[in-house]
Structure formats: C-alpha cells, structure tokens
C-alpha cells in the first residue's frame, strides 16, 4: 500500500549519487586540496533529483489511478459517520491485487485490526473466536501453511549449496534407546522438516526443524 521498492530505485538512485559526487571524485582523482565545490550547483542538482524521483514514483505508488477509481474519488461512497468506504475501491489484478471484494475487505480489517464481518462467535475447537485466534488456531490451516511457507523456502535455499535435500523424511524407528530430552519425537512416523547433506560438515546429514510463526512473525509462545 504505497510503499516503493527499493530494487527498482537502486540504479536510478546510484546514477543520483555518482552525479552528485563526481565534482569531489575528479578532485580526488587530480589531487586537489585546494580546491571547492561549488554548494549551489549540488543543492540544485539535489532539488532535481528529489523532483525526477517523486515524478517517477507517482505512477506507482497511485495503483488505483484508473477512470473508475478516479470516478470514486469525485463521488466516494460514505458512510453514516463520514468515513470512505474501502469496500467501493476496484481490486486491480495489474497491479498485484488479486483479491476478491470479500478478501479484499477482510485483508484491510486485518490490516488495522478492524473488527471482521461474520466470523463466529466460538471457533471449532471450542474456543472464542477473534480474528488472532483464526490465525493461529491448530484446527484451521493457516498454522501449517506459515509453517510449510518456511520449510520449502528454507529448502529450495538448502538446494543451492547442499546434496541430498529433502522435506518431512521419516526418521529411523527407534529401537529402545532412550532420548535426552523429553520433548524428543518418539513416535514410530516421526518426520524432521528438512534433511540436508553437507550444511555443516562435508558428507554429513543435518536434520533442520523450526516450530513454525506467528501471523507477527513471532515465535509461538
Ligand atoms: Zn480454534
């Protein structure tokens, strides 16, 4: 929502500096110590930079810039207390906004933690329902989602600079032996998150877990 992306700006913003700078870099390279660069020329040269920059940005950071939405910008659809509603703006699937009306009034509920329209009460699992608690209740799927999210990133990384990389291998069934730690996996199906070769020791297995996130991105307490 309005936010530019750095990657794109890097080579004009490089282009920026290298001509700001290049009065003092012909200095250097001649080995002038006396010499002085001229303030005006650099603030200006500053002012018409910062100018090209938010030029170039407007068409990007205004994704809704279409005759439709511009149509609602002239005869936005209130509501009883004044407040524009969100749900009259056209979903843009151009710009990367592949949301349906629904999802697209949900998304922005979440986004400033409104209250959302229809979930129960009482979650399946028993619990009160919130809009934290579907997130993060192990009955639905977003738990397993984030967790997998994690798992085949880490994965497709492992790939570039490890042999034999695979997700969820069954480990070797135990036969007696008795684990250190009690939260150790003793089930007869029990599965690691990644198995890589060569990630800390040359020919050697390491087995990757992690406990999956929060929608914050915080460990699970
Ligand atoms: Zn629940």
């Known amino acids: 929502m309005g936010i530019t992306s750095p990657e794109k700006m890097a080579e004009v913003e490089n282009l920026n500096s290298i001509n700001l700078t290049r009065s003092l870099t012909d200095m250097i390279i001649a080995q002038d110590a006396q010499g002085e660069i001229d303030q005006s020329v650099i603030a200006e040269q500053k002012k018409r930079f910062s100018r090209d920059r938010q030029q170039g940005q407007r068409p990007a950071l205004n994704p809704f810039d ?89 994965a497709s990384m492992l790939k570039e600079v490890c042999h034999d990389v695979s997700t969820e291998p069954t480990l070797l069934p135990l036969d007696g032996e008795l684990l250190r730690y009690r939260t150790a996996n003793t089930a007869p199906e029990a599965r690691v998150d990644i198995c890589a070769r060569g990630f800390w020791t040359r020919g050697q297995r390491t087995l990757f877990g992690h406990p999956g996130l929060r929608p914050d991105g915080r460990l699970p307490s």
Not at 72 to 82: I, L
Not at 83 to 94: E, F, G
Not at 102 to 115: H, I, K, N, S, T
């Open 66 to 154: 279409h005759p439709a939405s511009r149509h609602r910008e002239k005869n936005p659809h209130r509501t009883g207390d004044g407040s524009v509603q969100l749900a009259n703006i056209t979903t843009n699937q151009s710009k990367g906004f592949n949301l349906n009306k629904q999802e697209f009034v949900d998304a922005v509920a979440l986004r400033y933690g409104w209250p959302v329209e229809g979930l129960p009460n009482t979650c399946v699992c028993g619990s009160p329902n919130s809009a934290d608690h579907t997130m993060t209740c192990k009955k639905g799927g977003f738990v397993c989602i984030r967790h997998d999210e994690v798992r085949d990133l880490t």
